[in-house]
């Protein structure tokens, strides 16, 4: 088990209470002392800091999803190891899981409405390479106003990779991840029509439908589109969220497209505008962020020229 008095040797977080436990671990409200900032903390269980390689491998998954910028996505903003067992840790929700909103019975007030947002943050990862391939009900966050946080991307391809480590989520998992199939953003797209199901009718629907029943009669003129969504051959479903979001009506290019993390030249952007927001035009400056705007340059065009040179020899040779 983990120590909370482990957690003051280094990044000081306070634990305040336990939301949820499943085979990843304990999900906690934390604080992390130093900036007093509210956050979550998901402490990961002691069998992946015991197999060798599984670590690695999340990290890599974290480092993908901390890339990405989006404010329907959770940022992730520390992981490591206090004590005996790893962690990670993302920005608090606005709002509360969507396990604990829906009931056997019920899903939420405004379903489409609430859908469209989750379409919109699962996309949004799709245009930068991030596929989330575990989507269910305790990682997509719901608040008053019926905006949508996503979080814990990329976890399933730790769990393909080390069966033992982690939960699958049986009843939103698609077919081919039950075994060696391949999988795309079409998976998401079968898990995004369960989770559709369950925000309308609640989860005594979902299960049934997910156990291969009809689907209910007053879906209309949405059940064509959720039976192509949970068709079991992939190639046949939507290609992606936002391709299923254009059968829908709606125009995915409208949508805003958030920075990537890894940008030199749009984080020095961000401080040209920053410094000149706060009224700092004068020319020391301009000088400082004009020297490190040539030196991103001149780095660049060093690594370019390194390529250009490699395979001119590889071409020689």
């Given at each position: 088990m983990y120590n909370k008095a482990d957690y003051g040797k280094t990044e000081t977080y306070e634990l305040s209470g336990t939301l949820s436990a499943d085979g990843w671990g304990e999900l906690h409200h934390a604080r992390y002392l130093p900036h007093q900032?509210?956050?979550?903390?998901?402490?990961?269980?002691?069998?992946?800091?015991?197999?060798?390689?599984?670590?690695?491998?999340?990290?890599?998954?974290?480092?993908?999803?901390?890339?990405?910028?989006?404010?329907?996505?959770?940022?992730?903003?520390?992981?490591?190891?206090?004590?005996?067992?790893?962690?990670?840790?993302?920005?608090?929700?606005?709002?509360?899981?969507?396990?604990?909103?829906?009931?056997?019975?019920?899903?939420?007030d405004y379903p489409e409405h609430v859908f469209i947002n989750i379409l919109k943050s699962v996309e949004a990862a799709r245009n930068w390479g991030v596929l989330h391939l575990g989507l269910n009900l305790n990682n997509i966050w719901l608040s008053e106003q019926g905006g949508i946080q996503v979080g814990e991307y990329g976890l399933w391809y730790v769990t393909r990779e080390y069966p033992g480590i982690g939960e699958e989520n049986g009843l939103f998992m698609a077919p081919e991840q039950r075994g060696a199939g391949r999988v795309s953003a079409a998976t998401d797209v079968y898990s995004l029509a369960l989770v559709f199901i369950s925000l309308k009718y609640g989860m005594e629907v979902t299960q049934e439908v997910a156990g291969g029943a009809a689907l209910p009669e007053d879906l209309g003129d949405l059940k064509p589109v959720v039976t192509r969504c949970l068709d079991k051959q992939p190639l046949a479903r939507y290609r992606s969220a936002g391709e299923l979001a254009a059968e829908l009506g709606l125009n995915p290019a409208d949508w805003t497209?958030?920075?990537?993390?890894?940008?030199?030249?749009?984080?020095?952007?961000?401080?040209?505008?920053?410094?000149?927001?706060?009224?700092?035009?004068?020319?020391?400056?301009?000088?400082?962020?004009?020297?490190?705007?040539?030196?991103?340059?001149?780095?660049?065009?060093?690594?370019?020229?390194?390529?250009?040179?490699?395979?001119?020899?590889?071409a020689v040779w």
């Open positions: 900032r509210q956050l979550l903390v998901r402490i990961l269980t002691e069998k992946l800091s015991a197999v060798a390689g599984a670590w690695e491998l999340l990290r890599g998954e974290l480092r993908a999803w901390a890339r990405v910028k989006h404010s329907g996505i959770l940022q992730v903003l520390d992981w490591g190891k206090i004590g005996e067992r790893y962690y990670f840790a993302t920005e608090m929700p606005d709002g509360d899981a969507l396990e604990t909103l829906i009931t056997w019975d019920k899903g939420v497209r958030e920075e990537f993390r890894d940008c030199p030249i749009c984080s020095l952007r961000d401080e040209i505008m920053n410094k000149r927001s706060q009224g700092s035009d004068s020319p020391a400056v301009e000088q400082e962020v004009r020297g490190k705007l040539e030196t991103v340059i001149w780095i660049t065009v060093g690594v370019m020229a390194a390529v250009v040179a490699v395979l001119w020899l590889l």
